[in-house]
């Protein structure tokens, strides 16, 4: 293929995406006195990365040591693979997690990035590691980046989009075919070739919203599935590299959101009320019966799987107590109609068309339970601030799943180097972030996703 | 690269693999007129089938009527989609339970595969509807294949290895790349282009011998796990069709048996002490701590997973009443070393170096619940014939996965023809069997693969 190659342009490293990975990596291979160019398909920065909290996880920080935090890269790691359920590869955690308080620091005294004074205990991580930037949102980091790449004189190609890996007789990877002036809507654009003379980083980031080959992975997740991402987070980067011999890893690892409302899209205001009220102090019923159907604190995996067996929206309860005790402002939340407020448990369950006497036994089992500390049909862990279900007015909102993360990737080394179904690594071709595999085997903890991002971005911009 | 290609030979349609899946294409192929060849990389005819025990699993039979059970191709699938988590690809399960009892009757009014006058109920199937060949093999049902395969006069190529896929420019196959005189060892062999009219049939198997390519979908699954397969089930096929843009289907779904032991190779002679015994009237307890950790009665996927998370393998008894109780024969298994019998438990204890006491408590502990008839510690499902562990001699086995089955593979619609990652048919490409992926999701059923096998061979047969 090479060989007949009209080449348009030449650098040392293409990147391809601008989120956290790609931009970091980018840096990284300027600094490290590369040649680089980052191309974009949108018109404008940042991927899924801008839409995210901008939380990252990372182990033994001096902000721990100043909250009294005790904590080890081999609690993260024992932590990352208790909910990956030991299907990570294990070579590529550790990666993350040893890397994992240095690129904290570095988007810190390289980037500046400003964060929060405090340190957050996210689901499934043993201790509080989760550091979240200004403004709650990556695009405080985003911004950050954008101003280094600035700074190095990086240029970023927009709607430029990659179709294809060229490489050379030996199997090599020389270069990539691109659309420039790319037009989104037609998939329409013109044709160019870069050649590159170290290498390619594939930093495109997941397919959770690409419905077509997420649904051949996990065929429940047809288009009736929303997801948190954006539509542009398709698959077309990640299969050129599995057209020249790429292996995939655990694509059918997909993870689903169980905090997410069908009544609006996107990530949405709802999850502030399920993650953080109705799991812990409220009970989710199955309208069609009325009753409990799953420990409401299992992790995202195995809430979202139960949700997606009855086969339709389930209603999330909790009453004024656990609103107030919580401490969240559900006021948005209850203006866009996502979560909606009764004055009764009876209007409640006309308003899902419950049958009233069967929720209010629902109600009054779960009650007992809370009352005695055991929930003898779920086991869900009552803890110790929970009340009962009493007091109006009560909150009601419905959950239906939304895919949120895509674990399965390409298969990588761990340094970045994409690897065929031999383990041996391609010749030319670097993968990070969510376009790669491996590193959350078959759940990925909150908050992992930018350490991974910012992790493999830097090795591989070192590597490449 | 057809149009460079040397052909050696030419056919209507080239079978990969003389396995249940690949003779019964072949057959079908050939008693609807077309022009057929076979290869097998292997010696002899019958790759993993053969050493199966034959079972095949059917809804709504004559011998189901005969023995007065109740059965229908709804209840098989809803079967079938609850162990594979409804990850399941539904039109391919309508296919196999909408087709099963035809193929079923193909094998004994076509094949006349002579069949015992029993129906068996194996773990995850709600009703009795799995049928066994005479002399409990897979061999009955080979030998019968192979007869038949003879009197329609299809060549059988032995020693013939598949190696690569041949394409015309618009990316129809149009023949395959070989190995003649194939010597496993040295994996070489002459090289030969066979040219197919009408397509070629993947019926390769599984990949659970492969210890590379399973461990990059599964990383627990290194070269210390073991597998019930022969050696030679191996991916190369499989990565073939990847290499032209077939698409793989959930191909970290890979099946360990819980019941197996690291004392013997291949399947062996533990499993039968383990499935039929131990799980239902005995217990397990790590060695480590001398305590139960799992629902004995739990899936073959959740009591693997749980015996891999504690590291090492464990310690399963029963006592003769168990045994007598369930009338199978352990002679062999005691002979061979893989069941051990003890006079008292304080021998087995110590034979396993596990404290004498703690063993003692956690035997009185379960005995309780026995009794009661509830497992407080792990809900396993008490049976009514169970009955304390007290009675002398003890039997206990050591337990440790082994890779049993691949629910992973191409990507194939209900048609038996290989699908690309947008869900296009790759025209002249199709796959049967275990090499094919998506129908059994993330768990597959006993008795369930010859059946699918069957089915599929039998579709790709008159679709070819």
Redesign the interface.
């Known amino acids: 293929m090479a060989k007949e190659t009209q080449w348009n342009e030449q650098v040392d490293v293409l990147v391809v995406g601008s989120g956290f990975a790609g931009l970091t990596a980018a840096i990284e291979a300027r600094e490290s006195g590369k040649n680089v160019v980052v191309i974009e398909k949108m018109k404008s920065a940042g991927g899924n990365s801008i839409i995210s909290d901008g939380g990252i996880a990372a182990p033994d920080t001096k902000l721990q040591k100043k909250w009294g935090i005790e904590d080890s890269a081999q609690m993260m790691y024992d932590d990352m693979l208790k909910a990956g359920?030991?299907?990570?590869?294990?070579r590529l955690v550790h990666a993350v997690v040893s890397n994992a308080r240095s690129a904290f620091e570095w988007t810190i005294d390289t980037l500046h990035v400003p964060y929060l004074d405090r340190v957050d205990l996210f689901g499934g991580h043993s201790v509080a590691r989760c550091y979240t930037p200004e403004g709650v949102t990556g695009g405080t980091i985003l911004k950050k980046m954008l101003q280094r790449i600035d700074e190095l004189g990086i240029p970023i190609l927009y709607s430029t989009s990659f179709r294809s890996i060229i490489t050379d007789a030996e199997g090599r990877v020389v270069g990539g075919a691109v659309l420039k002036e790319y037009d989104y809507k037609t998939d329409a654009g013109i044709p160019a070739n870069i050649r590159t003379r170290r290498g390619i980083l594939l930093a495109s980031g997941g397919y959770g919203a690409d419905v077509?080959?997420r649904s051949?992975?996990?065929?429940?997740l047809d288009e009736k599935i929303q997801t948190t991402n954006k539509p542009f987070a398709t698959?077309e980067v990640l299969?050129s590299a599995?057209?020249i011999?790429a292996?995939?890893?655990?694509?059918?690892?997909i993870q689903l959101g169980a905090w997410s409302s069908p009544d609006e899209h996107g990530f949405g205001h709802g999850p502030l009320f399920a993650d953080y009220i109705l799991f812990q102090y409220g009970m989710i019923v199955d309208p069609h019966t009325g009753k409990r159907f799953v420990n409401e604190l299992g992790d995202r995996k195995q809430s979202a799987?139960a949700i997606?067996?009855i086969g339709h929206p389930c209603i999330g309860i909790a009453d004024d107590k656990a609103v107030a005790c919580s401490g969240w402002d559900l006021s948005k939340a209850v203006r866009k109609g996502v979560v909606k407020k009764f004055g009764s448990m009876e209007e409640l369950a006309a308003a899902y068309a419950l049958d009233a006497e069967t929720l209010h036994a629902s109600v009054d089992r779960y009650n007992g339970f809370v009352r005695k500390g055991v929930d003898d049909d779920f086991r869900k862990p009552i803890v110790e601030e929970a009340s009962p279900i009493v007091k109006a007015p009560f909150y009601a909102m419905r959950l239906w799943p939304k895919v949120h993360f895509t674990m399965?990737g390409l298969?990588i080394n761990e340094r970045a180097q994409v690897?065929d179904?031999?383990?041996n690594a391609i010749d030319g071709l670097y993968a990070a972030g969510e376009v790669a595999g491996?590193v959350h085997g078959a759940s990925r903890l909150g908050s992992c996703a930018i350490t991974e991002c910012i992790v493999f971005g830097r090795i591989a911009g070192q590597n490449i």
Chains 1, 2 share one sequence.
């Open positions: 359920l030991g299907l990570n590869h294990p077509v080959f051949i992975q996990d065929p429940r698959a299969k599995l057209k011999g292996a995939s890893v655990q694509l059918s690892h799987d997606l067996r399965g298969s690897l179904f031999n383990g491996g």
